[in-house]
T-cell receptor, first 115, second 111 residues
């Protein structure tokens, strides 16, 4: 498809388990972002990848959160030892990275529920 | 610091104009954006404005920016039921690589 895709669309897990969320950006987009959206709240920036540069991890809430990206393609966000407060929709976005307005295109998100 | 605020809820009648407001605190914002989120869907960019502009019009959408007051608004003319969604304003600071989002305004359009 032409848009950003994410999988799974829904994930229910038990407290303490690890989860892995996947994002496929738009082909040719060098920049990739992860955001978290808690119920009834705005988006919180988590991490940003741009080409081969070191990622900006300034938004990761704890060391239980990590993300990887292979080149300019797929990214995975991993949450270890999940807690109930990790329940949220995790959104991925990609952009050309060079456009002046840095338009970000969002995927549909993964809804994570930690029981 | 970065902080973006919006009112939580707005209800309008079909055919009326809607005005959604947003305030931000970082005066070095370069671009400001309006995103639309429909139930179960990702965010869709509606429009954006560069910080040296006061106004931008795009069909039924009008964006007004008051840099002095750090106030951004989105006006939707002839609001339709399909406009019902959550609207987020967001700012990009400097040549930054992340967006700071507001909490979102839920727009409800009634017949």
């Amino acid at each position: 498809g032409a848009g950003v895709s994410q999988s799974p669309s829904n994930k229910v897990t038990e407290k303490g388990k690890d989860v892995e969320l996947r994002c496929d950006p738009i082909s040719g987009h060098t920049a990739l972002y992860w955001y978290r959206q808690r119920l009834g709240q705005g988006l919180e920036f988590l991490i940003y990848f741009q080409g081969n540069s070191a990622p900006d991890k300034s938004g990761l809430p704890s060391d239980r959160f990590s993300a990887e990206r292979t080149g300019e393609s797929v990214s995975t966000l991993t949450i270890q030892r999940t807690q109930q407060e990790d329940s949220a929709v995790y959104l991925c976005a990609s952009s050309l990275g060079s456009a002046r307005n840095n338009e970000q295109f969002f995927g549909p998100g993964t809804r994570l529920t930690v029981l | 610091g970065e902080d973006v605020e919006q009112s939580l809820f707005l209800s309008v009648r079909e055919g009326d104009s809607s005005v959604i407001n947003c305030t931000y605190t970082d005066s070095s914002s370069t671009y400001l954006y309006w995103y639309k989120q429909e139930p179960g869907a990702g965010l869709q960019l509606l429009t954006y404005i560069f910080s040296n502009m006061d106004m931008k019009q795009d069909q039924r959408l009008t964006v007004l920016l008051n840099k002095k007051d750090k106030h951004l608004s989105l006006r939707i003319a002839d609001t339709q039921t399909g406009d019902s969604a959550i609207y987020f304003c967001a700012e990009m600071v400097g040549g930054g690589n992340k967006l700071t989002f507001g909490t979102g305004t839920q727009l409800k359009v009634e017949l």
